[in-house]
């Protein structure tokens, strides 16, 4: 029932950190999922930044710090994650910021 909402796809990236330094590499792609804006202002961000938040969900795991490309190239980055269950399958959904 969930997955007729699924109707974006995203690419995950996963940061791994060597010294001082993040890089991100891609763990998967064509993801199935739902992307859908928590509100339409602007949220004050890190460094004097603003951004939009959006609620996403995914059967894929998400985690904090990861980032996500729709199929729009539109890049997000994960804040917050919740791992639930609706009628016996799990799902993620992540509060994450348009960077």
């Known amino acids: 029932m969930l997955d ?13 950190v060597t010294g001082n330094k993040t890089t991100y590499a891609q763990v998967s792609s064509g993801v199935p999922c739902h992307i859908q804006p928590t509100s339409g202002e602007l949220a004050p961000g890190q460094f004097g930044r603003f951004s939009k938040n959006f609620l996403i969900m995914s059967r894929v795991e998400l985690r904090i710090g990861d980032k996500l490309i729709d199929g729009a190239g539109k890049e997000y980055e994960v804040d917050a994650v919740q791992k ?8 993620y959904e992540a509060q994450a910021r348009a960077s």
Do not use: P, Q
């Open 84 to 91: 639930l269950t609706f009628r016996s399958k799990t799902h």
């Open 4 to 16: 007729t909402y699924f109707t974006s796809t995203i690419a995950i990236s996963r940061g791994s």
